[in-house]
């Protein structure tokens, strides 16, 4: 069951010493393009989630090992490819590689590919209804086995008593092996975040029905 850092803090810290966790940071994305004030909100949720990251290992201990979503290589290749895909979760993934973490891959290359193209196919507005009971049962095939291989690749690498950092999307479907304690980073930022979007979301729809 995920902890947030704000309850952590009103419990002994010796409690949670023992046994394998997991730091659990929900991966937003943003760039130019978004409006100004999205930006803010984006720009301060990282610095939140820095800070919060800083004061849990302080608690916990230093992080082990380093897991990002879409990520299929390890160490150094690995870095490189969160620095193209997300600079704020780079920068912090560069602090906890200059102490002692080490970068490890979280996916498997041929079916994070496979999985992302029949989500394209499903994107892009199939119509023949035969066609897209197809490609949708493909797609949940191909999620279903990348939950188990990121779920699996987690317990293979994270040892006891070690602590890893996880920064993926929250609608993720990975069952985590039960023995990991996941403690959930959520800055106040996040909900600001997400309130927005949802804003934003209501008033393209009612611009859409007008």
């Known amino acids: 069951m995920a ?3 704000g309850k952590i803090e009103k419990l002994p810290v010796e ?8 730091f659990f940071v929900p991966l937003v994305f943003g760039n130019a393009e978004l409006p100004e004030d999205y930006l803010e909100k984006f720009n301060k949720y990282w610095e939140q989630v820095e800070k919060q990251i800083f004061e849990l290992a302080g608690k916990l201990g230093e992080i082990d090992h380093i897991y990002h979503e879409l990520i299929s290589e ?3 290749a690995g870095s490189k490819s969160v ?7 780079y920068k912090i993934v560069q602090i906890y590689l200059g102490k002692k973490a080490q970068m490890e891959s979280m996916e498997d290359a041929n079916n994070l590919s496979e999985f992302m193209d ?44 070690e602590i890893g950092l996880l920064l993926m999307r929250e609608n993720h479907q990975v069952q985590f092996p ?17 309130r927005w979007i949802r804003e934003h979301e209501q008033k393209s729809g009612e611009g859409k029905e007008s």
Do not use: H
Not at 83 to 89: M, V
Not at 181 to 193: G, K, N, R, S, T
């Open 83 to 89: 620095k193209e895909l997300n600079e704020k979760s």
């Open 118 to 161: 029949w989500n394209r196919c499903l994107i892009i507005g199939l119509q023949n209804p035969a066609v897209v009971s197809k490609v949708y049962e493909a797609y949940l095939e191909a999620g279903k086995r990348r939950n188990e291989i990121i779920a699996r690749k987690l317990d293979e690498t994270l040892k006891k008593d």
């Open 74 to 76: 390890s160490g150094e």
């Open 15 to 22: 409690n949670y010493k023992d046994g394998r966790k997991l």
């Open 178 to 194: 039960s023995d990991i304690q996941i403690f959930y980073i959520a800055p106040p930022a996040l909900d600001e975040i997400k």
């Open 3 to 5: 902890e947030e850092l």
